[in-house]
């Protein structure tokens, strides 16, 4: 079969189009791609199907494991697929890895460095057991990050753009120097001692669960990440879709009982907004995927994310 590869502008990608077996993948297309230019290698590739003029929605993309013969839609003989290069990629773990590096480095450098002086507080610091204990959290939180991103979550996606490291590690390295400088602050005023073992037990318990939903997560997959999404069961998982992100966000509340700064109320908002997202999409696509239809289980009937409330 011939297979016509153009841009999204319609410009030919590969010059008078590629020539497969019947029995060709998506992915041995990929391949001939990445041979013929020599620069898009196939996780670098989206390959979708043309939209017909006048059609609302998304192109459908194709799946490297699928046959191409199952994208033709009648014509068996020649089929057009859309390029789009997705930029220079990386691998998941690569990317979760630097974006954890950041507040794993930063935040202690606040804690043991004489930087303060640069912002013109030249006295003697006094350091606060509150201080002491948040930093020794702060950087078990992640800590366990890392671990996890290597040894327990079994990641869908291999890659992802270069781009998201840069935004990313902006992201988690801005938000960790800015929580450091407060918490770490010559000025800082501790809450009481009471209300600091309430926030850090608290938290403490949140990040055990947490670790507890990612390894059910983890045993949802098997060992190359293979599996697909499945119906996630057992522990908070009975009651919310997403009770990762609502043990990572209680455990941030727990880091902001106990140590009381604005900053980290401001990042605590910021990631349960971002994650409630997450879980939006995450919900919807498990009741799409399990609707109980022709012998699909029914997703039953769970909070989002942040019981009562969503
Ligand atoms: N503070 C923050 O701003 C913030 C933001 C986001 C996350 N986090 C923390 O980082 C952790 C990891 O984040 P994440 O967004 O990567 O988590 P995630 O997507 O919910 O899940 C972690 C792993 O489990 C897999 N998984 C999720 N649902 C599954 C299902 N139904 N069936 C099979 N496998 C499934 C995921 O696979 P896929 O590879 O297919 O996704 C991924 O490998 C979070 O749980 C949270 O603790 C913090």
């Not at 990608?13 to 391949?31: M, N, P, R, Y």
């Amino acid at each position: 079969m011939r297979v016509t590869v153009v841009s999204r502008s319609g410009r030919e990608v590969i010059k008078g189009g590629v020539e497969l077996g019947d029995s060709a993948t998506v992915g041995d297309l990929q391949e001939v791609i990445y041979a013929r230019t020599k620069k898009y290698y196939p996780s670098r590739q989206r390959l979708t199907l043309p939209v017909q003029p006048g059609s609302i929605g998304r192109p459908v993309i194709l799946s490297s494991k699928k046959a191409l013969r199952g994208y033709c839609d009648g014509n068996e003989d020649n089929l057009t697929v859309v390029f789009k290069d997705l930029g220079i990629q990386v691998s998941y773990r690569i990317l979760f890895f630097w974006e954890y590096l950041g507040p794993l480095i930063i935040y202690p450098a606040f804690y043991y460095l004489p930087l303060y002086k640069y912002f013109g507080y030249e006295g003697e610091r006094v350091i606060h057991p509150a201080q002491t204990y948040a930093m020794y959290y702060w950087c078990f939180h992640y800590f366990k990050r890392i671990m996890e991103t290597f040894f327990i979550h079994r990641f869908s996606h291999a890659t992802s753009p270069l781009s998201n490291v840069f935004r990313n590690c902006a992201y988690y390295w801005t938000f960790g120097a800015y929580i450091a400088y407060y918490v770490n602050h010559p000025l800082y005023t501790p809450v009481s001692d009471l209300q600091m073992k309430i926030g850090f037990a608290f938290g403490i318990v949140c990040q055990v669960a947490n670790f507890y939903c990612h390894k059910l997560l983890r045993n949802l997959r098997g060992p190359e990440g293979s599996g697909g999404y499945q119906i996630p069961r057992g522990f908070l998982f009975n009651i919310v879709t997403c009770a990762n992100y609502t043990t990572e966000i209680y455990q941030w509340v727990g880091f902001n009982i106990a140590t009381q700064t604005v900053a980290g109320y401001v990042f605590n908002i910021v990631a349960a907004g971002i994650m409630t997202d997450w879980a939006l999409g995450k919900h919807r696509r498990l009741k799409k995927l399990f609707d109980g239809k022709d012998g699909r289980p029914k997703y039953p009937r769970r909070w989002v994310i942040l019981p009562p409330f969503l």
